[in-house]
């Protein structure tokens, strides 16, 4: 027996835009630019725009994606490229990212890498195969010129068709450093960014030339290179332990980013230490969970959602031909004084025991 035949309903079918401008008696093209929110669709009377988009919702009407990129030739979608999905500092970039396409009308499709660089490769080409319009980098090494317009958040290296998003280290450098100087520190210790860190060797190259401004000594036994990839605080924890185990004393550190500076926290307290009193931790980022730990952290501030703003503009007016190729953007850094830091605390003895025999010859 041969199975029954369904009727097909007019709700089974897919309502086209065809219909939804026979329902509310526009054209096609009225409709069309109503629906995508064009600059066409600036000029119609507001009651115009709700009758036609009251019609798309009573008549359930789902705009045909594919249909719409074979006609246009378009994807409306970006490539982001990321070393880690989830990382403090990268979801904030990519936050940023996510509103300006959405208020744009474009999707993103995101990768991590995790500085594999045969996995870097290869997820480019995915990218490219599923046809997105132009990239945006997140801490990523770029060593090629892409065949896209291309943006890179904390690019550094000069590549045809790549926008670098560059903080403005130095200025990030005097910031911290002058901070710790006019508290009275001296001997400060540094934990230097891994390699696989598109900022570290710039970031690094900015502190030693502060430091040699300022006077303040880079004590080899003071200093760590950090290395790894995971972007959290287990990783500054045992570069901590490691600096205090060296017996060579200090009474600020200043980390390559806030989650080493939150790992070193813990490092310090465990070892029956405080933080400030006996130690002053400056961070770097101002990532969320950084005015939250305990102490609340010192530290630069890079506007991140802001850069994974200015970051999807840039690249879009690129590939709307909006605005000339800008090889670079600079950022500014700002400096978040918080709980983590004070005046050494040899210092705050000498201080007290001063003020009090000027209170003892009154």
Known sequence: MAPRQTKTTKNDRAVTLKAVADHVGFTPGTVSAVLNNSAASHSFPQRTKDRILAAARELNYRPNFFARTLRVKRTFTIGVITEEIGDAYGSMVISGIEKVLRQNGFFFLTVAHRHDPKLLESYSHLLLERGVEGFITVDTSVTQAPPLPTVAVAGHKRLKGVTNIVLDHRTAALLALKHLKELGHKEIAFMKGPASSSDSEDRWKSIAQVCRLLNIQVKPELTLKVEGDTASPELGY??????????????????????????????????????????????????????????????????????????????????ESRSEYLPEIAIEPEFVVRKSTSRPRAQLLLENEEEAQVVAKR
């Open 238 to 319: 045992p570069y901590a332990k490691q600096l205090l185990s060296r017996g060579e004393p200090f009474t600020a550190l200043f980390a390559y980013n806030d989650s080493l500076a939150i790992g070193a926290i813990r490092a310090i307290h465990e070892a029956g230490l405080r933080v400030p009193e006996d130690i002053s931790i400056v961070g770097f980022d101002d990532i969320l969970s950084a005015a939250y730990c305990n102490p609340a952290l010192t530290t630069v501030r890079q506007p991140l959602e802001k850069i994974g703003e200015i970051a999807a503009r840039t690249l879009l007016d690129q590939i």
